[in-house]
């Protein structure tokens, strides 16, 4: 029964910050939207609550580790410190724990894990850290790299241990192999993540207070001695041995991301509004370093009046990019920045995400995406092609060659390699309009391999830590798909030990 209360819950979520993305190319953060994200997170806080959120009257003093952020890499990070034998703390300014990882739809990259080797998947750390670096430009981070890869298979481990089984399989644009780990019907990730990783947090008594917006890491003697948070109007300082900081990205603050990027001025972004860059103002203010805080990236398939993403198994299962012409115009498997930048080539700078009923079988996200009125339905290529106004003699002629190129394992047109394992020939056929959206900042603050946060001459800042999107390199110029849920899990959990082992 407790089981089923955390996976309705977690899905209510996973609707709600889907949903919060801003559409047409409004700001990522209007004060209208931000009210009505805020009222629809304290409705379903409200339940969440008693299910396991800590109530405020209960915050002490002191704590031997502050995690800032409930995402992926702070829950991570607090089973592990509680594992170690410490007593953490998480807080998270949101009304509801989960972060853009509740927005997180493919799935996480990992190489030589157990579910491959049981799948017959050859694949090789050597292998994954060289997409990888190819995908990110050769700019990658090579310490942080290393490290991802060498211990994702363990995380994988990890998660299954504590009933969070990725055991479904695919590709992602990048990569050669099945090397996208997937809940086992083929769900998002992200919802199943989130409401996996609570459920120990809250099994586990570590204490998750929402609404408590950090605004300050202090420091005494050099060293970090904690934080000021604010709860109900009121604000506290909390004393604390180590702080992990795991607030996320900054793609949904416009100063930011135009400061780095104006070119990207009025594109809709995908990321859930918590996504502020405070946890890297924080740092900046104690002297911490920052890098590429420029490589910003454009995702590809992004629904434009929602600011949704449409994860990238639609097309690592078999989906093709087709233009209002009704051909195709890139290998679709190729990089996410590729990809973006041959839509915009378009005239439209716009795109249709087709594929059949196969696909959507194999991928459970589309059910979502359907529900809300995206995706368009026809019993045939040809009667699709009418709904989308599209020449029917041009996109029959696109689904049928790549047919063939898929019975062929060869794409004469774009040379695709993945994501061929299926035809496009099922009974009814779907369309999506996408364009490319803000979706990731691969800039923040510069750590090591031991999640230490290093100031500017390189130098560990005593008793700081950070994991995930708020820290920048691991991706370099680019992003892999799925790369992400690896990194928030493979340093969350990292944070996590070497935060309790300072405290020691």
């Known amino acids: 029964m407790k089981n089923k209360v955390f996976k309705t819950l977690t899905a209510s979520l996973a609707v709600m910050f889907l949903l919060t993305g801003c559409g047409g190319n409004k700001k990522a953060d209007t004060k209208e939207s931000t009210k009505k994200s805020s009222e629809s997170s304290t409705e379903v806080t409200t339940g969440a609550s008693e299910k396991g959120y800590t109530d405020p009257k209960d915050m002490k003093d002191e704590y031997d580790i502050i995690i800032v952020g409930a995402g992926g890499a702070g829950m991570s990070a607090a089973i592990e410190a509680k594992n170690d034998g410490k007593n953490p703390v998480i807080f998270e300014k949101m009304p509801v724990a989960g972060g853009n990882t509740l927005k997180s739809s493919s799935g996480m990259n990992a190489s030589e894990t157990k579910f491959q080797k049981e799948q017959g998947i050859e694949d090789s750390n050597d292998k994954f850290y060289e997409e990888t670096l190819k995908g990110g430009h050769g700019t990658n981070d090579k310490e942080l790299l290393r490290y991802y890869v060498d211990n994702s298979a363990s995380a994988i481990d990890w998660l299954d241990s504590m009933g969070i089984k990725l055991n479904n399989l695919t590709i992602t644009g990048g990569m050669s192999e099945k090397r996208t780990h997937r809940p086992e019907d083929g769900s998002a990730v992200g919802g199943y993540l989130v409401d996996g990783l609570t459920r120990n947090v809250f099994e586990k008594e570590i204490p998750l207070f929402v609404n408590a917006d950090v605004t300050e890491i202090t420091e005494k003697d050099g060293a970090v001695s904690g934080v000021k948070v604010k709860v109900e109007g009121k604000e506290k300082e909390i004393k604390s041995k180590a ?262």
Do not use: C
């Not at 990321?271 to 990236?297: F, P, R, Y």
């Not at 368009?376 to 029917?392: F, Q, Y």
């Not at 370099?476 to 944070?495: A, L």
């Open 243 to 504: 702080v992990v900081v795991t607030t996320g990205g900054y793609g949904a603050n416009p100063e930011m991301l135009e400061a780095g990027r104006p070119d990207l001025k009025g594109y809709v972004t995908t990321n859930s509004e918590g996504s502020t860059g405070d946890g890297i103002k924080m740092i900046e203010k104690l002297g911490g370093q920052t890098v590429d805080m420029d490589q910003i990236q454009i995702h590809p398939t992004v629904q434009q009046d929602n600011g949704i993403l449409i994860g990238e198994a639609v097309r690592g299962e078999g989906g093709i990019l087709v233009s209002q012409e009704g051909k195709r115009f890139v290998n679709e498997m190729d990089t996410r920045d590729n990809v973006s930048a041959a839509e915009n080539k378009l005239k439209e700078k716009s795109a249709y995400l087709v594929f059949d009923s196969g696909v959507k079988e194999r991928v459970k996200a589309i059910e979502f995406y359907e529900k809300q009125g995206f995706v368009t339905k026809a019993d045939s290529v040809e009667a699709l092609a009418k709904e989308l106004k599209i020449d029917d003699k041009a996109l029959t002629e696109t689904v049928d060659t790549w047919n063939k190129a898929v019975a062929n394992k060869k794409d004469a047109a774009f040379n695709r390699e993945t994501g061929m394992d299926n035809a496009l020939d099922g009974k009814e056929y779907y369309a999506i309009k996408i364009a490319p959206g803000i979706h990731y900042t691969m800039g923040g603050v510069k750590i090591n391999s031991n999640t230490e946060v290093l100031d500017k001459d390189g130098k560990a800042i005593p008793g700081l830590f950070a994991a995930g999107e708020v820290t920048g390199g691991l991706h370099g110029e680019n992003r892999i798909g799925g790369n992400s849920v690896g990194d928030i899990i493979v340093f969350g959990r990292q944070s996590g030990k070497q935060s309790a082992a300072f405290v020691k």
